[in-house]
């Protein structure tokens, strides 16, 4: 079965760091460029994040630009996502997903993992 | 940035209608357009790709069309599992979402 699977969301005060992890299942992930998309309370879905297939290309929204740093691990099959100074606006539901076909981080996002819940507060 | 309005924002329909959601983008995006269906609590799941082809294992009833600015998804007869958020999304340049449509039962 094709499967991500996030994990590492929790709840963090303001200024503070959180990683997350995403593991993949049941595909070549080494061969698929991935991404982050999050939702916050209430809102619609915002692109976080790309990477590449290879990890040696990276992308960023402007709004989480300098905060934070997308990598993986094609050995372990996982893809993670390291935020740094924490803001209350980083609130939200954050998804692992796969961009479809081999073409690159510009493509429709095929598997989704279920999310991983994100809280900045004090 | 490309925007991407969808219309309506709320759309009340009865199960067996027809549903009709827009999306416009705020320039060309080609055919490099997708659909999504999201239900609380879940992961959102790819409907339709490059504006008009189905996800593997998409129902029939579940169709796309538009190119350039302009995009429809059509659901021919709603079922009850129909009833969700639905979002459009381009990838002609670094992905951008629309608002969302939340289709609810009349």
């Known amino acids: 079965e094709v499967q991500l699977v996030a994990s590492g969301g929790g709840l963090v005060q303001p200024g503070r760091s959180l990683r997350l992890s995403c593991v993949a299942s049941?595909?070549?992930?080494?061969?698929?460029?991935m991404s982050w998309v999050r939702q916050a309370p209430g809102k619609g879905l915002e692109w976080v994040s790309a990477?590449?297939?290879?990890?040696?290309?990276?992308y960023y929204a402007d709004s989480v630009k300098g905060r934070v740093t997308i990598s993986r691990g094609n050995s372990k099959n996982s893809l993670y996502l390291q935020m740094s100074n924490l803001r209350a606006e980083d609130t939200a539901i954050y998804y692992c997903?796969?961009?479809?076909?081999?073409?690159?981080?510009?493509?429709?996002?095929?598997?989704w993992g279920q999310g991983t819940k994100v809280t900045v507060s004090s | 940035e490309v925007v991407l309005t969808q219309s309506p924002a709320t759309l009340s329909l009865s199960p067996g209608e027809r549903a009709t959601l827009s999306c416009r983008a705020s320039?060309?995006?080609?055919?490099?357009l997708a659909w999504y269906q999201h239900k609380p609590g879940q992961a959102p799941r790819l409907l339709i790709y490059?504006?008009?082809n189905r996800a593997t294992g998409i129902p029939a009833r579940f169709s796309g069309s538009g190119s350039g600015t302009d995009f429809t998804l059509t659901i021919s007869s709603l079922e009850p599992g129909d009833f969700a958020v639905y979002y459009c999304?381009?990838?002609?340049?670094?992905?951008?979402f629309g608002q969302g449509t939340r289709l609810e039962i009349k």
């Open positions: 997903a796969k961009f479809r076909g081999s073409g690159g981080p510009r493509a429709a996002f095929d598997i």
């Open positions: 990477i590449s297939a290879s990890g040696g290309s990276t």
């Open positions: 999304q381009q990838h002609s340049t670094w992905p951008t």
């Open positions: 490059d504006a008009s």
């Open positions: 049941g595909f070549t992930f080494s061969t698929y460029a």
């Open positions: 320039q060309s995006v080609s055919s490099s």
